[in-house]
């Protein structure tokens, strides 16, 4: 079965770090490119990251580069997303997906997470 779900949001203080995991089942990492997305309340929803098949990383978001790290474990058909010195801005649902294709460039997509919520607040 295709499938991405989603897990490690919760709350964090203002600077503090979240590491959100999607665990793909029915597919290869390998084969696909994951992308990670956020919404807002009230907001669009933003693309943040994607890592492409091969293991290369983007950070869609000004807002994030620098801060955040997509990664991956392709023995666990994981990929994670490394949160460090959170901002109440980063307060949102997180998503993954499935990029059909192999390179983050597509923006075209198959398969979402059920999300995770992140909330950074003191």
């Known amino acids: 079965q295709l499938q991405l779900v989603e897990s490690g949001g919760g709350l964090v203080q203002p600077g503090g770090s979240l590491r959100l995991s999607c665990t793909a089942s029915?597919?290869?990492?390998?084969?696909?490119?994951i992308g990670w997305f956020r919404q807002a309340p009230g907001k669009e929803r933003e693309g943040v990251s994607c890592?492409?098949?091969?293991?290369?990383?983007?950070n869609y978001a000004d807002s994030v580069k620098g801060r955040f790290a997509p990664f991956r474990d392709v023995a666990k058909n994981t990929v994670y997303l490394q949160m460090n010195r959170l901002k109440p801005e980063d307060t949102a649902v997180y998503y993954c997906?499935?990029?059909?294709?192999?390179?983050?460039?597509?923006?075209?997509?198959?398969?979402w997470g059920q999300g995770t919520q992140v909330t950074v607040s003191s």
């Open positions: 997906a499935r990029l059909r294709s192999n390179l983050c460039v597509v923006r075209a997509y198959d398969t």
């Open positions: 029915g597919f290869s990492l390998e084969n696909y490119a």
């Open positions: 890592i492409s098949a091969s293991g290369g990383s983007t």
